[in-house]
């Protein structure tokens, strides 16, 4: 019996971005279209089957151990980022500020999706949901060099809407305008937490 359920809930995809490896900040490139690998998106800082552990799994691992890689991607929701750049005061946030990997939108909540939870492309492509990705200094002084004024308020904005890390369980082109079909773990929520 299938543990992911297929759900009606669909994403599209309204942009995309790379890291350069060479990157002075955190900031991504607009691209239109990419292939995802195993190891992510080829090229960007986040891409590889491993990685070192950083600030989000020291509880788990010293800084620098060498982990699989479940931070291939970071995703967020464009509902979300209206909702961040309408209380910190702008009329809207680039993507290229927060390092993003895809911009999503038709998922309500999506800061909260499940973690294991599937993003399916038609071709098969498919993204899973690590877990959400907690907001940080870096965006907050992207946004703060080019809008003085408006990073400083960034993390109490974003907290629980900074969108999730994730990483490339089946291969495939994926491309702005794309449509995911989110998949659902079907086990219960933990009732001990």
């Not at 990997?101 to 909540?109: A, F, N, T, W």
């Given at each position: 019996?299938?543990?992911?359920?297929?759900?009606?809930h669909?994403?599209?995809i309204t942009?995309?971005?790379?890291?350069?490896?060479?990157?002075?900040?955190?900031?991504?490139?607009?691209?239109?279209t990419?292939?995802?690998?195993y190891?992510?998106?080829?090229?960007?800082?986040?891409?590889?089957?491993?990685r070192?552990?950083?600030?989000?799994?020291?509880?788990?691992?010293?800084?620098?151990?060498?982990?699989?890689?479940?931070?291939?991607?970071?995703i967020?929701?464009?509902?979300?980022?209206?909702?961040?750049?309408?209380?910190?005061?702008?009329?809207?946030?680039n993507?290229?500020h927060?390092?993003?990997?895809?911009?999503?939108?038709?998922?309500?909540?999506?800061?909260?999706?499940?973690?294991?939870?599937?993003?399916?492309?038609?071709?098969?492509?498919?993204?899973?949901?690590?877990?959400?990705?907690?907001?940080?200094?870096?965006?907050?002084?992207e946004?703060?060099?080019?809008?003085?004024?408006?990073?400083?308020?960034?993390?109490p904005?974003a907290?629980?809407?900074?969108?999730?890390?994730?990483?490339?369980?089946?291969?495939?082109?994926?491309?702005?305008?794309?449509?995911?079909?989110?998949?659902?773990?079907g086990?219960?929520?933990?009732?001990?937490?």
């Amino acid at each position: 019996m299938p543990e992911l359920i297929p759900t009606d809930h669909y994403a599209r995809i309204t942009w995309m971005g790379s890291v350069p490896q060479d990157r002075p900040n955190i900031r991504s490139q607009s691209i239109e279209t990419a292939f995802a690998s195993y190891a992510g998106i080829a090229g960007d800082y986040h891409a590889g089957l491993t990685r070192a552990s950083c600030v989000r799994v020291t509880s788990q691992h010293p800084k620098g151990t060498e982990i699989r890689n479940v931070r291939q991607l970071s995703i967020l929701s464009a509902e979300e980022l209206d909702i961040i750049a309408k209380e910190i005061g702008l009329e809207a946030i680039n993507p290229v500020h927060l390092g993003a990997s895809l911009v999503v939108e038709g998922i309500d909540d999506f800061t909260h999706l499940p973690p294991n939870s599937r993003l399916q492309a038609e071709n098969g492509a498919t993204i899973v949901v690590d877990m959400q990705n907690g907001p940080c200094n870096y965006p907050a002084r992207e946004i703060e060099n080019d809008h003085p004024g408006h990073g400083k308020g960034f993390l109490p904005a974003a907290r629980g809407r900074r969108g999730v890390c994730a990483w490339i369980e089946r291969e495939g082109q994926i491309s702005v305008g794309d449509v995911l079909r989110l998949h659902i773990p079907g086990q219960r929520a933990w009732a001990h937490k």
